[in-house]
């Protein structure tokens, strides 16, 4: 059970750099956009956090992530001002009003300003009354919008509902799926699941499996063309299932970490596991067992520097040096 109660307060002590840099993590790591840039700063329009869907940018479909790093909830005033800016530089041209633009705060909207968030019509009608007072001399200093002309007849008919918030509990939810989750929060990801070995060798396993008949080959002093010929070696047959379940394992928890890590991390682990396995295998000295016992053994005692290496299982590691094996990093025997 995900404790969040501890995690919403540590997001309160982020500053609002860091508040940016995380909500800006949220929607990379989730993947629904084209492009995610963070704008937050002088003359940014309003625009903090935006998730682009397509090249056109801010010209075609886009989301708003406004983000309020405050002591306070946010209110209903200090909101105005953002949602001003949003109507305000659309109305200008400056980008095509987004889908939808969201208030980001780490202690939510005050109860005020979520009520009217959840009610368009009434944010229409308190946007519009306290126009002139809270929002007009607040788009940019030294200038004054009052809200009349063209300018009010665009607020009237504007879509209030593209305006929402998030709470930092849905955030949360959501950024724990993200490759991002793990080393910010230095969270144990979660074990992937049992990896199932097929009967039949694969066509994805000839690599690492020809490399392991080479070994048998050499200790029987046999020829044998394929696994099939392991019928006249009972013991050697019952060895690769075991190092194919591994290798299946090691499968398994490369593509469940692909997933739950940021790009490069699962690769990261398995080149720390060749790194230590790599100088037992320099040269030509041994015998394919001799190789090969050696590399299970040294992966197995290897830690690596990795958020990964509490959910390594030694089979694990040991089944990356099949993985190596298969993608023609490593070979056993070397006289073949």
């Known amino acids: 059970m995900l404790a969040i109660a501890p995690l919403v307060k540590a997001l309160r002590t982020y500053n609002a750099d860091e508040w940016e840099i995380f ?16 704008l937050g700063g002088g003359g940014d329009m309003g625009r903090d956090v935006i998730g682009l869907c397509t090249a056109a940018a801010c010209e075609g479909t886009w989301d708003n992530f406004q983000c309020k790093h405050y002591d306070q909830p946010l209110t209903t005033p200090q909101a105005a001002v953002e949602i001003g800016k949003i109507i305000y530089y659309s109305y200008l041209r400056k980008f095509v009003a987004p889908r939808r633009s969201f208030f980001v705060a780490p202690r939510g909207p005050n109860t005020e300003l979520r009520d009217l968030l959840l009610n368009p019509q009434k944010l229409r009608e308190n946007i519009i009354e306290h126009w002139d007072q809270r929002i007009a001399k607040k788009i940019n200093v030294g200038s004054d919008h009052a809200l009349n002309g063209d300018l009010r007849d665009y607020v009237e008919v504007f879509d209030f509902g593209i305006f929402g918030y998030k709470t930092s509990e849905e955030i949360l939810d959501d950024h724990r ?40 080959e050499e200790e029987a002093s046999v020829a044998l063309a394929d696994a099939a010929a392991l019928a006249q070696l009972p013991e050697r047959a019952g060895e690769l299932k075991r190092h194919r379940e591994k290798f299946y394992l090691a499968e398994a928890f490369a593509h469940h970490f692909r997933d739950q890590t940021q790009p490069g991390t699962v690769e990261a682990f398995a080149e720390e596991i060749y790194d230590a396995i790599e100088p037992g295998l320099a040269g030509a000295n041994g015998t394919g067992r001799f190789r090969l016992t050696g590399a299970l053994q040294v992966a197995a005692q290897t830690s690596p520097a990795s958020i990964l290496a509490p959910r390594a299982r030694v089979a694990v590691k040991q089944g990356v040096c099949h993985q190596l094996a298969n993608g023609e990093r490593v070979k056993w025997r070397v006289s073949k």
């Open 23 to 38: 909500i800006s993590e949220w929607q990379k790591g989730l993947g629904q956009y084209a492009e995610v840039k963070r």
């Open 177 to 216: 799926k993200t490759g991002f989750w793990a080393e910010r929060f230095f969270g144990l990801l979660p074990e992937p699941k049992l990896a199932v070995t097929p009967v039949e060798i694969a066509p994805l396993e000839e690599n690492y499996v020809r490399c392991l008949l080479d070994v048998f």
